[in-house]
């Protein structure tokens, strides 16, 4: 039996998370603990890196404490680490590898300087268990969007594609700030969003015959939303916020599906993983469901917990590192905010 | 008393082994420093191991830690301050903070010492200190031309830390905090004992972060 401990910092959530490796290789999440700094970024609407490094580091020990609290373990019971060591905000993501560094080093324990994307991957294996290989993954949050195949959760992920311009969860915060809704928008619009009808037809980037397959543009989808609260205002007429929001919804979620189906049945895959902050959206796991079920494909969605960033997905993929004898970091691992999707430990 | 001293206030990458006696002044049993701006975090955790193995020493070893706390650029002066937490977390040992311009000049005790180190931005971090080391003004962060003009008023005969600015003294002493000099402005406290004070860092500068005015218009009004 392995313990794994695993420390995020990359964006404005603190996380450390516990797993549990057993000999017949299950993985069990034994502690999920997550300070969030996002309070302080929504009067600037959007993430700003130094209050998010700030509120890392006075955070880190506090989570760190909480954790061992919960799991009802003792530090000298971690055998091994999992760090965050990119992609993501250069000084949040020091904040997390300078200490995981200093507590392998305290625990005398390998270290593995792990990527964020695969890490919410590997959300999925604590809820829904092994991942059939291959099997295709959508992340979609604030600060990501992509599609990956992951043939093997700690050796082989491959990018089809990622967005060209803003995030998913950026055109979110976008949108709900053209609307008058509150940061972050993913909830405020999805709560729209249910209220009114997808009336208004809005473009799908990327989505004619010669653009690239996999790859995803929300900025024009932005600007079409603010062109066209901005006629309306003009004309003096009120906003149907709701529709609105539907409308965009709408829009952002048929991108993302088609696009997602259209890979899996190119690659031959017939699993699914949808993950992130924005796969908590409840038209995006609709439509998903849908479209997977006509395709004959299982759709796997973490809980919310689960998808958001966390600590308990480096700690799972921390144990997917073990169980794959992969070789662990060396203690002058530095971290890198531009880390390729397709390294998974460094 | 084995002190464990960290620090990356400034571009120096610092871990220093130092033994406090009861009586007296701290001995540096091995150090390992960098220089280089952006390695405090790759470099300080291979430091502190290196410097405990160079000293003969292990982490079970340590009795307590130094932490400079800055004040400091932000992004490197994190890396020691959570460095130390951890260290000092998982060793069940106390993590003493010293401001790091203190530990510049707890190693030029004398006259009256003005103490700068580089806040980027064309600015300095400053303190100043009385003949007898204790810390008299600061620390805070002005341009050099502007602290220039404060020299006379306190009283300062000498200069320690980087070459930030004309300032008419005589330089004397260390760019950057050395170990036995964060140990020596700790040293009441560690002798002392008991809890260490926050380990809280000294930033000095709000984030720059600007809340966002009136929605810009995509189309022509
Ligand atoms: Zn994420």
């Known amino acids: 039996m392995t313990i794994i401990l695993g420390i995020e910092s990359s964006c404005d959530e603190t996380g450390v998370g516990l797993s549990r490796l057993d000999a017949a290789g299950g993985i069990t999440l034994l502690a999920d603990e997550v300070a969030s700094s996002v309070e302080q970024h929504a009067r600037f609407g959007g993430v700003v890196p130094e209050v998010a490094s700030r509120a890392h580091l006075e955070s880190l020990v506090p989570a760190m404490r909480r954790a061992f609290d919960t799991a009802g373990l003792r530090l000298s019971d971690v055998d091994a680490i999992a760090v965050t060591s990119g992609p993501g905000l250069a000084g949040a993501l020091l904040v997390g590898v300078s200490a995981a560094k200093a507590y392998a080093l305290a625990l005398d324990v390998p270290l593995y300087g792990a990527n964020h994307l695969a890490g919410h991957v590997a959300a999925d294996t604590l809820e829904h268990g092994p991942l059939p290989s291959p099997c295709l993954a959508l992340l979609v949050s604030g600060g990501h969007t992509q599609l990956l195949r992951v043939d093997d959760l700690a050796t082989s992920i491959t990018e089809l594609g990622s967005t060209i311009d803003d995030a998913a969860g950026e055109a979110y915060d976008k949108v709900a700030r053209i609307l008058d809704l509150p940061y972050p928008g993913g909830p405020p619009i999805d709560a729209a969003a249910r209220r009114g009808s997808p009336s208004i037809h809005f473009p799908r980037g990327l989505t004619g015959p010669r653009d690239a397959a996999y790859d995803f543009s929300f900025s024009g989808l932005k600007t079409a939303v603010a062109r066209w609260v901005e006629n309306e205002e003009r004309a003096g007429r009120p906003i149907p916020v709701d529709d609105v929001a539907a409308s965009f919804q709408e829009a952002v979620a048929d991108v993302l599906t088609a696009k ?16 992130g902050g924005v796969a908590a959206n409840s038209r995006i796991k609709e439509l998903a469901r849908e479209r997977c079920a006509a395709a004959g494909i299982t759709l796997r969605v973490p809980k919310p917990r689960l998808c958001t960033d966390n600590g308990a997905m480096i700690a799972a993929l921390g144990a997917h590192l073990v169980k794959a004898g992969v070789a662990p970091s060396a203690l002058d691992l ?3 905010p531009g880390l390729p999707v397709d390294v998974i430990s460094v | 008393m084995l002190v464990l001293a960290v620090d990356t206030a400034t571009p120096s990458v610092t871990a220093g082994v130092v033994e406090l006696p009861e009586d007296g002044a701290p001995v540096l049993l091995a150090e390992r420093v960098t220089v280089d701006a952006k390695a405090h975090g790759e470099l300080l955790s291979p430091h502190v191991r290196d410097a405990l193995a160079a000293a003969g020493k292990t982490l079970a070893d340590v009795d307590a830690l130094v932490c400079g706390v800055g004040p400091g650029p932000f992004t490197g002066l994190r890396a020691g301050i959570v460095t130390a937490a951890a260290l000092g977390h998982a060793l069940d040992r106390p993590v003493h903070p010293v401001c790091s311009l203190d530990g510049i000049a707890a190693q030029a005790v004398g006259e009256p010492l003005l103490v700068v180190t580089d806040a980027r931005r064309r600015e300095v971090y400053w303190a100043a200190y009385a003949a007898d080391g204790a810390r008299v003004a600061g620390p805070e962060v002005l341009a050099p031309a502007a602290l220039a003009e404060r020299v006379a008023e306190l009283g300062v005969t000498r200069v320690a830390g980087g070459e930030l600015g004309d300032f008419g003294l005589v330089r004397v002493g260390a760019w950057a905090p050395t170990p036995v000099g964060l140990v020596a402005a700790a ?34 009004a």
């Open chain 1, 260 to 275: 997602a189906v259209r890979a899996a049945e190119a690659e031959g895959v017939d699993t699914m993983i949808i993950s």
């Open chain 1, 334 to 336: 530095s971290s890198n």
């Open chain 2, 187 to 220: 040293a009441s406290a560690l002798r002392a004992g008991g809890v260490a004070g926050e380990l809280t860092p000294l930033y000095l500068r709000r984030p720059d972060a600007v809340e966002p005015g009136a929605r810009k218009r995509v189309t022509p």
